[in-house]
Every structure is written in structure tokens, then in C-alpha cells.
């Protein structure tokens, strides 16, 4: 009889148990797990190599989590083959994370050994009760090993519970091929805590990430220019606004930037006019994302200010933080001039006053050939300006328009320039939208009617997204009568590049 035709017993099973209640990252070297004499049969007919990729993807988790020990543990166990593979490759250690206080790090010698001499992910988990001086001491004792190997951190996430003061005294002097640091805290950071101060120095920092942090720009030492900088969440006065974008200004070799911050209900108070040393030039930027809830009077400033002749993709979102968003700040720039001759992507989100942005906006965006309009059932635009009052298209080289919680009487309405000037238009816009647009009685059924057989049959309309509860009826019905092909954005909308994350 074949070992895996065996019968199980109850001495088995009481095994098996056993093995479960055993922790693998507490025996450091020895493996507690009995494994199977017999291969997976399919991973025996496979080259060791694309077996270590495969094994690789499935215990390499983000580096935002810390299960990457156990997962290496859980695969190792399954047979001698993995067992192998895994000990016989250091990229499977190379990440280490270094958990809070009160939980063992017997695990840290064990990934330096084995990762060779690779570069190293960090992940660093601090908590309130290592303030203190004694648990400083005894936190960097802990640590005192890695930090001997800090010529070899690549990546760098910390990771805090509340906020601290300084977290200088619990990192290396320099991390000399440190290439992204990721700083953030599962608690915003408000206006009346204390700022973060970095003082070690990255001489080789590419990219640099920081969520919910207060941080104090004036302690970063960077030699080099980054290349990625995304703020998320941040809680800014007018101060800490404009201390932050010093800092960006400095940051003359951008390519992405993204900027996403609470304001006071009070604002930030800029200058009528910004002055020339406040002009924030970034050349090589290519890749801009906002979202705030800052007045029409910050967001003009801001505008005004960026200066970035090579950007390709620009994201505006609008954050309500009332109830209803129809009360919030509506945004008109109307005369303002924008300064990106060469933006091709334009995505606005959530926008009080679209109309009026998209008027702003178009007539200074000759090259742009995609555009999406992602509203939500407060900020519904009536009209959607594509064209002029004449009839001339704003955007002569569009070639995609991506919606949401728009009509399709006001896609036909703003189209039909478009129409009558042959541009061919590939159009996605939300099941929702046409749902909802045929719930209001039979003679408002046949006017949809009429719109999307106009869409079809004039831009290559198709729908995206899935169809919410209450309207999954009406799409349904809708669906049917008019012969709608629905089509997922995913592979198949390639056009879109990636624009489906939008939709969620």
C-alpha cells in the first residue's frame, strides 16, 4: 500500500495536533514539524528554480505585514523538497521584521544568517512603552544586532501605535543603502501632538512614504533627490502646509508626488498672489495625485504655484467631510492659468463644481486624451463641458472618457460635438448610471432608451463596475431590452491602463 493511501488512526491525529500547538519561530534552527518522506508529485516534475519562484510568491507576503516568518515556517513543513528549497535560498529571509516590546525576536540572528549578504526589508513595530529611557536602552539592545547590518536595509517601514517624538534614537546614525522608508502610524496624528523628528541620515532615499504622520521636514537629511514622495492623511495648518511644501520644493527630482491632507475647518492662509520664491518647480514630475478638503482658495494657490512642464497624470480629489457633500465648498478657477503643457491623464473625484473646474481646466490641456469624471450621487454634474459655447471640441485629442454618477442625457449632450466632428471616443461609464437613470417610469425608460442606443451607435460605449443592490433589478432589466454587452474593466480594457481602481 502507497504511503498516501494509508489509513489515518487516532495516534495520528493526536500527532498532528501536537505539531499545531508547536511555534516554529521559537526553536530557532530546529524545524518542529515531521514531514512527509514523499515529495508534492507535482512539484517533483518541476525545475528547482521555478519551484523556488512559486514558493517564493506564497510565503512573501507584503511588506506591510509581519506573517512572513510564519508563513516560511507553515511552507517548510509541508516536505523535504520545500524544506529545501527555502534553507537553500536567502531570499526567503531577507525580510525581518522586528515586532512590538513584549514578543520575542529569537528570529533576528536566524534571517541575518540566512539572507546572506542580501539587502534587507525592515519592518520596525514601535509602542508607547518604549518611550521611556530604560525601554530605549533596552528596545536598541534588542535590535543590536540589525542595526550592525544597517550597510545592508533596502527598505525600511515603521510602524507606530501613537506618537512619538524622536524615533533617532532607535535607528542607525546612517543608513547609507536605505532606498525607501515608509513611516506611519495607526492613528492620525492632530494638530496639537508633537511632530515626528528622523535625524539619521539617508544618503541613497529613492522613495518616501508617510501615513498619518506629523512629521518635522526640517530633521529629513536627504543627499540624494527623491523620486517617489506620498503623504497620506496628514492633519496640516497653515504652518505645517507650507513647512511641508518647503520640503517639496526642495525635492527638485520628483516623478511621483501624491498629497492627500485634512485642513482645519478654518483653512490655510495664502497670499492673493504667490510670491516667486513660493513657486514650486518640479521638472521631471510626471505623476501628481491631491486630495484634501481645502477651500477653492488653497487649491487655487496650490495650482498656481506648481510648476511641472513634464507631467503626464494629474488627480484631483475633492474630500467632503460633511454628511451631505452638496453644502461643501464649491471650486471654480475660473482665469486661473495651469501650467502642464504636456498632461495626457486628467482624473477628478468627487469634485463640487466640476462644470466649472472642466471649463478651467481644458482650455489649457491641448495634449490630454484621457478623462474621468468620478463623481458621487452629491456632486452630480447637470452638464459636462467637453466643448465651447460654439460647438469647438476642448479636447481635440481625446480618445477616453470614464464616468461615474453621470446621466447618460448629459454623455449624449456632451458628445455630440464629438459626434459631428468623427472623433472616435471610447466611453466607460458606471452600471449605476443607467440603472438609475430608467427607475423614474416608463417615459423616462424610453429617453434612456434613446441615449444609449445614441452612445452605441456614435462612441464605443461600454459599462463597468457591478451593480449595486438596490439597482440590480433595473440593470438587469435594462440590460435585456437594449442588448447591452457589460464588460468588466480589467484585461480587457487595456485602454484604460489601470484606471479601474478608480471605480472602487
Given amino acids: 500500500m502507497k504511503p498516501w493511501e494509508q489509513a489515518e488512526t487516532e495516534d495520528d491525529w493526536e500527532a498532528e495536533d501536537d505539531e499545531d500547538e508547536l511555534d516554529p519561530e521559537e526553536h530557532g534552527d530546529a524545524i518542529p514539524f515531521n514531514r512527509p518522506t514523499q515529495n508534492p508529485r507535482g512539484f517533483t516534475l518541476l525545475p528547482v528554480e521555478l519551484v523556488a519562484d512559486i514558493l517564493y510568491l506564497a510565503c512573501s507576503p507584503p511588506i506591510e505585514t509581519s506573517t512572513h516568518a510564519k508563513a516560511i515556517y507553515q511552507v517548510m513543513s509541508v516536505c523535504t523538497l520545500f524544506n529545501d528549497v527555502i534553507l537553500g535560498k536567502p531570499e526567503f529571509w531577507t525580510c525581518i521584521v522586528i515586532p512590538p516590546y513584549d514578543l520575542p525576536i529569537d528570529h533576528v540572528p536566524l534571517y541575518i ?66 532606498e525607501s522608508l515608509h513611516v506611519m502610524s495607526k492613528h492620525r ?15 541613497k532615499l529613492e522613495s518616501l512614504r508617510v501615513d498619518q504622520v506629523r512629521l518635522d521636514w526640517s530633521t529629513v537629511q536627504l543627499e540624494n533627490g527623491l523620486d517617489a514622495l506620498l503623504l497620506r492623511d496628514l492633519s496640516l ?104 503643457p ?35 450621487e452629491y456632486t452630480t454634474p447637470s452638464t459636462l463641458p467637453l466643448s465651447d459655447d460654439r460647438g469647438n471640441l476642448l479636447c481635440p485629442n481625446l480618445t477616453t472618457l470614464v464616468t461615474r454618477d453621470v446621466p447618460p442625457r448629459v454623455l449624449q449632450s456632451a458628445l455630440e460635438p464629438y459626434a459631428l466632428a468623427s472623433a472616435r471616443v ?75 481602481r478608480f471605480f472602487s
Fill in 189 to 203: 496624528h492632530g494638530l496639537d501632538q508633537p511632530a515626528l523628528c528622523i535625524r539619521t541620515k539617508f544618503p
Fill in 342 to 376: 504636456r498632461l495626457e491623464r486628467l482624473i477628478l473625484r468627487r469634485i463640487s463644481g466640476s462644470e466649472a473646474v472642466l471649463r478651467s481646466f481644458l482650455k489649457d490641456l491641448p495634449a490630454l486624451t484621457h478623462l474621468a469624471v468620478l463623481q458621487d
Fill in 237 to 340: 495648518d497653515t504652518e505645517k502646509w507650507f513647512a511641508c511644501f518647503g520640503f517639496i520644493r526642495s525635492c527638485t527630482h520628483l516623478q511621483r508626488l501624491q498629497f492627500s491632507a485634512i485642513v482645519p475647518r478654518n483653512g490655510i492662509a495664502v497670499p492673493l498672489e504667490p510670491p516667486p520664491e513660493q513657486v514650486i518647480s518640479l521638472p521631471f514630475l510626471q505623476d501628481l495625485q491631491i486630495s484634501t478638503n481645502a477651500s477653492e482658495i488653497t487649491m487655487r494657490y496650490l495650482l498656481q504655484t506648481l510648476h511641472a512642464p513634464e507631467l503626464r497624470t494629474l488627480s484631483i480629489t475633492q474630500v467632503h467631510l460633511l454628511t451631505l457633500a452638496i453644502v461643501s465648498s464649491r471650486w471654480d478657477f475660473d482665469g486661473m492659468r495651469l501650467r502642464f
Fill in 113 to 178: 544568517q540566512r539572507s546572506k549578504s542580501l539587502p534587507l526589508n525592515i519592518i520596525l513595530h514601535l509602542r508607547p512603552h518604549d518611550h521611556g529611557f530604560s525601554r530605549r536602552q533596552r528596545f536598541k539592545a534588542r535590535t543590536r544586532t540589525l542595526s550592525g547590518e544597517a550597510h545592508r536595509w533596502r527598505t525600511l517601514q515603521i510602524v507606530m501605535d501613537d506618537p512619538w517624538k524622536d524615533v533617532t534614537s532607535v535607528l542607525p546614525p546612517v543608513l547609507p543603502t536605505l
Fill in 426 to 500: 471610447r466611453l466607460w461609464t458606471h452600471v449605476d448610471d443607467i440603472a438609475l437613470s430608467g427607475l423614474s417610469g416608463e417615459t423616462a425608460f424610453e429617453e434612456l432608451e434613446q441615449n444609449v442606443n445614441w452612445l452605441k451607435r456614435a462612441v464605443n460605449l461600454k459599462t463597468t463596475g457591478s451593480a449595486s443592490t438596490a439597482l440590480y433589478r433595473s440593470w438587469e432589466a435594462v440590460r435585456r431590452r437594449m442588448w447591452m454587452q457589460h464588460q468588466e474593466v480589467g484585461a480587457d480594457a487595456t485602454e484604460v491602463d489601470g484606471w479601474d
